[in-house]
């Protein structure tokens, strides 16, 4: 139920965010990349985004229900972008050779199994073209083990409010704990959620797409190309087949 609620306002509550697209697009195109993948693309923001700018794009994502507004808002901006029902662990399931791949929005660290997170990067590498580039992006998860419990920034818009927790609990596991609140033919309505996921250090996703294959790795805390630091409020990698 959560999810499908959260599905319906996804686009309100992560609307697009010009700097990551500014960055998106130079990534790609200092390697002349023209195919994209976004793995875990939710409602296919930036694979639409994308493919405005001329990029051919496919979308995948777990969810058949952020698929279905993917694919629908595909059709209403008549884009060529194209998105499946899709597992990140298995890009290699569309059968198609990329020449550049991202998975942001801190989509791997719902992966709790170390094997499943290096099965994902050992698909993002099999998947890419030598030369090909794959953009990463999570929550600095080194600050948030190193802090404890920590809200993160509250997202408001009209009628609704979105409350975000990280609760530590380990080295392999945090809770997520979200809180949604919106208004519903005009009564409020409040719906909760809490999910595991694999806080995924800085040191270690280098370390894992090295072995995954990619030759070169470049970290940066944010998608300003800010240095990744103890404070970072993301770890962003770029990284190199």
Request: hydrophobic share 40%.
């Amino acid at each position: 139920m959560f999810y499908e609620v959260l599905s319906a306002h996804y686009d309100t509550v992560f609307p697009l965010e010009p700097g990551k697209v500014t960055f998106l697009e130079k990534e790609f195109q200092a390697k002349n990349a023209r195919r994209i993948l976004d793995l875990a693309c939710g409602t296919g923001t930036y694979t639409l985004e994308l493919a405005k700018l001329g990029f051919e794009t496919w979308g995948t994502d777990l969810e058949p229900g952020m698929i279905e507004l993917a694919q629908r808002k595909a059709t209403l901006e008549q884009s060529a972008a194209k998105f499946a029902v899709g597992d990140m662990r298995e890009p290699e399931g569309l059968g198609i050779k990329f020449d550049g791949l991202l998975c942001i929005g801190n989509s791997l660290a719902h992966l709790l199994d170390i094997n499943d997170v290096t099965q994902a990067l050992r698909g993002m590498y099999n998947v890419l073209h030598v030369g090909g580039v794959a953009v990463l992006q999570t929550v600095n998860f080194d600050r948030i083990l190193a802090a404890g419990d920590t809200q993160l920034p509250l997202i408001e818009r009209e009628g609704l409010r979105f409350v975000r927790t990280y609760r530590p609990r380990s080295e392999e596991r945090l809770v997520f704990d979200s809180v949604l609140e919106v208004s519903e033919h005009g009564k409020p309505r409040r719906y909760e959620n809490s999910v595991e996921l694999r806080p995924i250090r800085c040191h270690d996703l280098e370390q894992w797409l090295h072995q995954a294959g990619f030759s070169t790795v470049r970290t940066y805390g944010d998608f300003k190309y800010s240095e990744f630091t103890a404070k970072s409020q993301a770890t962003v990698m770029i990284a190199e087949k």
